[in-house]
């Protein structure tokens, strides 16, 4: 069997998958996330090191009879993981979803130039990439930049932490604006810029290449016999789209979990006029384009949790009946935005209330908000020309039937649901069958073993109904983007 592992924001989550795709058993383990200032986010790396070892002791319980060839780790991208000289941790992670970063995401794109970034890496600069997080460091902590020997994102913790391989993968390693996407190589421009070396980044790989073997001590701990081989993984979002079949040009797949994206996967390279959209390599060998939200599902968990303090999120859906006809709007900033708008400092909000606005209406409008925001994405990509008929769904959202209807007219495309939502942790799981050459390739991979069980279709006459209210909220960005410069 092999093991699939998802290293979230909030949780790590493992999978067992026998060799013909069966799932045999999930677990998830929680850590802490931290927010020190206002708009920061951090973790420390250690705690998702022994979450991660104590899911696969959890996973393998009760699992002792069957063999486990390989481990593939799909991660959280673009968090900043620094090492010292003694291999310790230098400060807590820098995550996707921290704000600190504008002076220096301005500066890449201003100054350095958007035109010069897009050369040199495919890219221009975003507030939770990691580069500008190098250089908040470097400026605002000199003292543990100076202390840097290896540089390196969650998922390749991990890596390292199990096998000692000091590598990444290149769909990962796209989301750091340090790599050359298009050639697959570190942007000699971008190190020097930020002020390292190729001394202190990871050695480049394809997802699926074999990069070590568990460490035989920890093996042991584990209660694993024979070389347990581990593959160089990839980032979250590459791996959701292995885990769901996006493989191959001209696949699609909408995730709905606590940030949002829309992939769209190719066989070549491609760059957006103004890069509203990220030109990253995929897991499966070839590039792919992704749009992506900071806040998608969190919106909803948000206002459920913080504000309704009501965890019926079934409950307070069957209500929403009279869908393309709410008045309210939600604006789902509550992180800043990334794509297409890539404005850190713009936040939610609502609009469109009135006496008799119901609390359906707000669920109903979170729910359409997020929806309208990765429309906005999918826009860019019609623009370059790019036709997408039909989409994979996965993420904590996409359990929701009344989210994905939703999605589906606002969009106008058909929505296709698999029958194993287990996003990265099973794209991680397929990767390690790959390395371990029981499939040729990860196309091969998909096609055998990811399965269609439902597909939604859009409704021609909601579909009219959300192509008035999308031209209503696109207009909504434009007026209030100014309130937060």
Known sequence: MYIGVDLGTSAVKLLAMSSEGEILKTVSVEYPISFPQSGWSEQNPEDWYKGTLEGIGKLLDGLKDKVVDGIGVGGQMHGLVILDEKDEVIRPAILWNDGRTTKETDYLNNVIGQDKLSEYTGNIAFAGFTA??????????????AKIKKLMLPKDYIVYKLTGSYVSDYSDA????????????????????????????????????????????????????????????????????IGTGTVGAGRCNLSLGTS???????????????????????????????????????????????????????????????????????????MGERSPHNDPLVRAGFLGMSMDTTREDMVQAVLEGVSFGLRDSLEVARDLG????????????????????????????????????????????????????????????????????????????????????????????????????
């Open 174 to 241: 796209s989301g750091m604006l340090l790599m050359d996407v298009k050639n697959k190589c570190w942007s000699k421009e971008m190190l020097e810029i930020c002020g390292i070396s190729h001394v202190e980044m990871p050695e480049l790989h394809e997802s699926f290449d074999v990069v070590g073997t568990v460490k035989p001590e920890i093996s042991q701990q584990l209660g694993i016999e024979g070389a347990l081989k581990v593959v160089a993984g990839a980032g979250d979002n590459a791996a959701a789209a």
């Open 260 to 334: 949002g994206t829309i992939f769209i996967s190719n066989d070549k390279f491609s760059v957006d006029d103004k890069n509203s959209l990220h030109s990253f390599a995929h897991a499966d060998g070839g590039f792919h384009l992704m749009g992506c939200m900071l806040s998608a599902a969190s919106c909803n968990k948000w206002w459920m949790d913080e504000i309704l303090r009501d965890k019926d999120y079934a409950g307070n859906q069957e209500g929403i009946t009279k869908l393309g006809e709410n008045n309210v709007f939600f604006l789902p900033y509550l």
């Open 386 to 485: 790019v036709d997408i008929q039909i989409s994979n769904i996965c993420g904590g959202g996409a359990k929701s039937p009344l989210w994905r209807k939703i999605i589906a007219n606002i969009m106008n495309i058909k929505l296709e649901i698999q029958a194993n939502d287990e996003g990265p942790a099973l794209g991680g799981a397929i990767l390690a069958a790959v390395g371990c050459g029981k499939y040729k390739d990860v196309k091969e991979a998909a096609e055998q073993l990811v399965k269609v069980v439902e597909v939604v279709e859009p409704d021609p006459e909601l579909v009219a109904k959300y192509e008035e209210k999308y031209q209503v909220f696109k207009k909504l960005y434009p007026t209030v983007k100014g309130l937060y410069s």
């Open 132 to 145: 500008p997080k190098v250089l908040w460091v470097k400026d605002n902590e000199p003292e543990n930049f």
